[in-house]
């Protein structure tokens, strides 16, 4: 079945950009949406944002000015960056497949997710 | 604060019926889906858009809706069901998604 697996460095400098790599196996990249989603130490979860295989996105609006994420279709990988990191970005860091049902509107759901990735924002 | 509202803990007594609430003006116009995390453990989704189960989700949990509230129900609560529990839908832009601040639920 499928799988999604996060990868990326531990450790990001405060200023620096933070990227990650979400890898997909076992199915195809392609027909889906794809998130990022971020959950500090001790908190919750928050939706960072979505991208469709053709390359179509959506942000969550506290990070837009921020974030970025990118889609490699051929290489089964998507991928988040997120500039100008401070401690507060510290957090385990999800990928996701996002589906969806369609009746008098779009519904999007969280239907497979990776494990995480730790990340710390430290100097 | 989240768009999405939930409360913080639930509490309820092995075997018996608990509801998990979210609360949210764009729930009246777009269904929740729910999600179960366990401590170290990614997210699993429990319930999607209402009231769906994906496959190996245990019949005992359900979902429903009505005006601004969304509401996930375990009957016959297990041990194994001691989690925190997160409903997921649109802002009330309607343009994005936004996940509710979670309810940690214990089995007593």
């Known amino acids: 079945q499928i799988q999604l697996q996060e990868s990326g460095p531990g450790l990001v400098t405060p200023s620096e950009t933070l990227s990650l790599t979400c890898t997909v196996s076992g199915g195809s990249i392609n027909n889906y949406y794809w998130s990022w989603i971020r959950q500090p130490p001790g908190k919750g979860l928050e939706w960072i944002g979505y991208?469709?295989?053709?390359?179509?996105?959506n942000y969550n609006p506290a990070l837009t000015h921020r974030v970025s994420i990118s889609i490699d279709t051929s290489r089964n990988q998507f991928s988040l960056n997120l500039n100008s990191v401070t401690a507060a970005d510290t957090a385990v860091y999800f990928c996701?497949?996002?589906?969806?049902?369609?009746?008098?509107?779009?519904?999007?759901?969280?239907?497979?997710w990776g494990k995480g990735t730790t990340v710390t924002v430290s100097s | 604060s989240s768009e999405l509202t939930q409360d913080p803990a639930v509490s309820v007594a092995l075997g018996q019926t608990v509801t998990i609430t979210c609360q949210g003006d764009s729930l009246r116009s777009y269904y929740a889906s729910w999600y179960q995390q366990k401590p170290g453990q990614a997210p699993v989704t429990v319930i999607y858009?209402?009231?769906n189960r994906p496959s190996g989700i245990p019949d005992r949990f359900s979902g429903s809706s009505s005006g601004n509230t969304a509401s996930l129900t375990v009957t016959g609560a297990q041990a194994e069901d001691e989690a925190d529990y997160y409903c997921?839908?649109?802002?009330?832009?309607?343009?994005?998604?936004?996940f509710g601040g979670g309810t940690k639920l214990t089995v007593l």
């Open positions: 996701a497949r996002t589906s969806w049902v369609v009746a008098a509107s779009y519904y999007y759901y969280m239907d497979v």
């Open positions: 997921n839908s649109r802002d009330s832009s309607g343009n994005h998604l936004v």
């Open positions: 858009v209402k009231n």
């Open positions: 991208i469709y295989y053709s390359g179509s996105t």
